[in-house]
C-alpha cells in the first residue's frame, strides 16, 4: 500500500490512490492512464468544488517514466553509435567555483543523484586533491551513485579532476576508484601565455610532463584517462597535435578541448576540432570532447560547432554556472541537440532525460544560492511565458506557433493545466523524508487556509525550502517584529541551537529585516557581512509566497588558501527561505546561510584549510 497524507483544506481536490490502481476524482467520472505515459492530475476552478473536503495524497505515488532513451554500451574510448554525444556534467567541479556557490558534501551528493537521474554520461565530482572535504565528497558520490546502476544498464562515470603530478593523480584515483565507472581527468596548460607566465616551462618539459602523468594513471588500474589541454584554444596548432599524439600514446582515452577564456568564434572553435581530428596522430582511437567557457557568450554555440566537427563528448554544466561568465549550460546543449539534432546536426542524440531538467536546475539553483535571470534559455522564469496579444492569440490557437519546445518535455507543468501532489514530486527529484513531509504537510495547510488558490510553483517553493536547506545549527522557532512611521523597528528573535535549547533576542534596527537580522546576531555571536540581499515572488498576487535569498561573509575566520597560487580567499555563503510572510522568509534565508557557514568552520577551525582549484580545464 502506498503511504498517505491526508490534508484538510477549503478545497476539495481529489483522492489519490496507489500507483497500481486508477485516478478517482469526487464524481462518477473515471480517469485510466496508459502506463508508458504518466499522468498529468487535472485542476479545478475552485467554484466547481464542495467547500469542506480533503485531500489525500499519496507519498509514494508518481508518474510512470518515460521509456528509456537509447543509449550505446559504454567503451572509454569508443562509441559504438557515432551519433552518440556524451554528457559530461562539471556542474559539481566547474560549476562550484561560481563566486558565492560553497556546496556541503551532502549538497554535492543530492546534486549528483540528481544528475544520475537526468543521465548524464559522466560526473566530474570535484577535485579531491584540492581538499579534504571535496575528497570525501568525490569518494561519497563513488560509492553511492557510481554503483547505482539501473535496469538498462547505465551507470554514470564518476570523474576526478588533477593536475598533472603524481599527489593530484593519486588522490583522483583514490577518491574514484570506487565508483563502477571510475575516471581521471588530468590537465596542463600549452598556451603560449600560460607557459611563459604561470608555468615557466618549455613545451618540451610540458610535452614530458603530460605524456608521463597520463602513464601514471593508467598505471594505477584506471582504464578511463582524459587529458585536457589546458587554453586550447590559444594554443599552437602544430604542439597541440604532438602533444595530444602523445598522451594518445600513453593511454588517454578522452582528449578533451577546451576555450579556457571563451575566446573562439563558433567558427573558429568548430574548426580547430576539425583540425585535431586531422592532423593528431591516433585520433581515431580516442573521443574528442569540448569545454567551453561564455566570457563573449558563446559557449552554448561552440560547443555545437565543436560537436558539428566531430567531437562526441560536451562537457557541461546546470543553468551554465562556473568560474567568471560560467560555462556551457546543459539545458541549452542538450535541447539543441533534442530539437535540432536529427534535420540540421546530422543526426546527433544524447542519452539525457529532458524531463528532469527543470528539477535539476531548481536544485542547483537553491543549493547554490544563484539565481537565474528571467530569460534565461530554457529554463529561466519567462522561458514560456507569453505577454504579446499577437503571442497569446496564437498560443490559444495552436502552441506550436510561438513554442518549439514543449515545456512539458523539460518537466514544467503548465500552470493551467497541472495539479501536482506529493509523490509526484519524489518523481521530479524531491527525496523526502517522513519528518520533511510532516513539515511540508503543515506549511501547505497554513499557505491553503490563507491563499484563495495554492498553485504548483506554490508547492515546489515550500518543498525546495524544505529540502535544500544545509546541516541545522540553528533553527527558527519564533519570530515577532514591530514596525511602521511611529517608531524604531524592533524584532524579538527565539532560535532553537542543535543542542535543542532555546535562545531569545530583541533589537532594534531600521527595518524589520535589519532588526531581524540584528537579534539574530546577537544568538549566534558570528559577526558577518551581509554582501547580497533578494527576494521574487514565487506567484502573482498579494499573497504570492516570496522567496529570499542571501549572500553573506564572515568578519573572520572563514578563510582559505588557494593551492595554486597560493592566495588567501575569503568565502562567501548563500541562504534560501520561502514564505507567505516576507519577514520570515529573509530570516529564514540569512539562518541557512548562517548555518552554511558555521558547517565549513566547524569542518576546518582545527586544521588549515585548501581552496577547490579555480580552474577551467
Not at 498517505?4 to 483522492?15: G, N, V, Y
Not at 563502477?180 to 610540458?206: C, D, M, N, Q
Not at 537580522?517 to 498579494?542: F, Q, R
Amino acid at each position: 500500500m502506498a503511504s498517505s497524507i491526508l490534508i484538510s483544506s477549503k478545497f476539495s481536490p481529489f483522492h489519490f490512490p496507489s500507483p497500481k490502481s486508477s485516478l478517482f476524482l469526487p464524481s462518477p467520472t473515471s480517469l485510466h492512464f496508459p502506463s508508458s505515459n504518466p499522468p498529468h492530475f487535472p485542476s479545478f476552478p475552485p467554484r466547481s468544488l464542495p467547500k469542506a473536503k480533503s485531500l489525500l495524497i499519496s507519498s509514494s505515488l508518481a508518474p510512470t517514466p518515460p521509456t528509456p532513451l537509447r543509449r550505446p554500451l559504454y567503451i572509454p574510448n569508443h562509441i559504438p553509435d557515432p551519433n552518440y554525444v556524451r554528457i559530461f556534467d562539471t556542474t559539481l567541479r566547474d560549476g562550484e567555483q561560481s563566486p558565492g556557490a560553497t556546496l556541503t558534501s551532502k549538497e554535492k551528493l543530492d546534486i549528483a543523484r540528481q544528475l544520475a537521474k537526468l543521465g548524464v554520461d559522466i560526473i566530474e565530482a570535484g577535485f579531491p586533491a584540492a581538499s579534504k572535504d571535496d575528497f570525501e565528497a568525490v569518494t561519497a558520490i563513488a560509492k553511492e551513485v557510481g554503483n547505482a546502476e539501473d535496469e538498462n544498464g547505465y551507470v554514470p562515470v564518476i570523474c576526478g579532476l588533477s593536475r598533472c603530478n603524481e599527489k593530484d593523480i593519486k588522490a583522483a584515483w583514490e577518491a574514484v576508484k570506487y565508483a563502477k565507472r571510475p575516471r581521471i581527468h588530468t590537465f596542463i596548460a600549452t598556451s603560449g601565455i600560460h607557459l611563459e607566465y604561470k608555468l615557466r616551462k618549455s613545451k618540451e618539459e610540458v610535452l614530458d610532463i603530460a605524456r608521463s602523468m597520463v602513464r601514471f594513471a593508467r598505471s594505477l588500474g584506471c582504464n578511463d584517462v582524459e587529458f585536457s589541454p589546458e587554453d586550447a584554444g590559444r594554443s599552437d596548432r602544430e604542439f597541440l597535435y604532438e602533444i595530444l599524439g602523445e598522451v594518445i600514446k600513453a593511454g588517454a582515452t578522452t582528449l578533451n578541448i577546451p576555450d579556457t577564456v571563451g575566446i573562439t568564434m563558433p567558427s573558429e572553435f568548430g574548426q580547430l576540432i576539425a583540425d585535431i581530428k586531422a592532423n593528431t596522430p591516433g585520433i581515431e582511437n580516442v573521443i574528442i570532447s569540448t569545454h567551453c567557457q561564455n566570457d563573449l557568450g558563446l559557449s552554448t554555440a561552440n560547443t555545437l560547432a565543436g560537436a558539428c566537427a566531430g567531437a562526441r563528448q560536451v562537457e557541461v554544466t546546470i543553468n551554465g554556472i562556473g568560474e567568471r561568465a560560467g560555462n556551457a549550460s546543459l539545458e541549452e546543449v542538450v535541447m539543441a541537440i533534442k530539437c535540432r539534432g536529427e534535420h540540421v546536426l546530422g543526426g546527433l542524440y544524447t542519452g539525457i532525460n529532458t524531463q528532469h531538467i527543470v528539477m535539476s536546475s531548481k536544485m542547483v539553483e537553491d543549493y547554490t544560492g544563484l539565481h537565474i535571470q528571467p530569460h534565461k534559455a530554457i529554463v529561466g522564469a519567462n522561458a514560456f511565458a507569453h505577454e504579446s496579444g499577437i503571442h497569446q492569440d496564437g498560443m490559444l490557437k495552436h502552441k506550436g506557433t510561438y513554442e518549439i519546445i514543449s515545456p512539458e518535455d523539460i518537466g514544467l507543468e503548465r500552470s493551467n493545466e497541472a495539479g501536482i501532489v506529493l509523490g509526484k514530486l519524489r518523481w521530479l527529484g524531491y527525496e523526502l523524508d517522513d519528518e520533511q513531509l510532516g513539515n511540508i504537510f503543515w506549511r501547505f495547510k497554513a499557505v491553503a487556509e490563507q491563499k484563495k488558490r495554492v498553485t504548483d510553483a506554490d508547492l515546489i517553493a515550500l518543498v525546495s525550502d524544505e529540502v535544500f536547506q544545509p546541516e541545522v545549527v540553528w533553527k527558527l522557532h519564533d519570530l515577532q517584529v514591530t514596525c511602521g512611521t511611529l517608531g524604531l523597528s524592533t524584532a524579538t528573535v527565539k532560535l532553537i541551537g542543535a543542542d535543542g535549547e532555546e535562545h531569545v533576542a530583541c533589537s532594534v534596527g531600521t527595518g524589520p529585516v535589519d532588526s531581524a537580522y540584528k537579534a539574530i546576531d546577537l544568538i549566534t555571536k558570528e559577526p558577518v557581512t551581509l554582501l547580497e540581499y533578494s527576494m521574487n515572488a514565487v506567484t502573482e498576487g498579494i499573497d504570492a509566497i516570496a522567496t529570499t535569498r542571501v549572500l553573506i561573509r564572515a568578519e573572520k575566520s572563514c578563510i582559505s588558501t588557494n593551492i595554486l597560487t597560493g592566495e588567501i580567499v575569503q568565502r562567501t555563503f548563500s541562504g534560501t527561505g520561502a514564505g507567505m510572510d516576507i519577514v520570515v522568509s529573509s530570516v529564514k534565508a540569512y539562518i541557512g546561510a548562517l548555518n552554511k557557514m558555521l558547517g565549513f568552520k566547524e569542518q576546518y577551525q582545527t586544521k588549515a584549510s585548501i581552496e577547490r582549484t579555480p580552474v577551467s580545464a
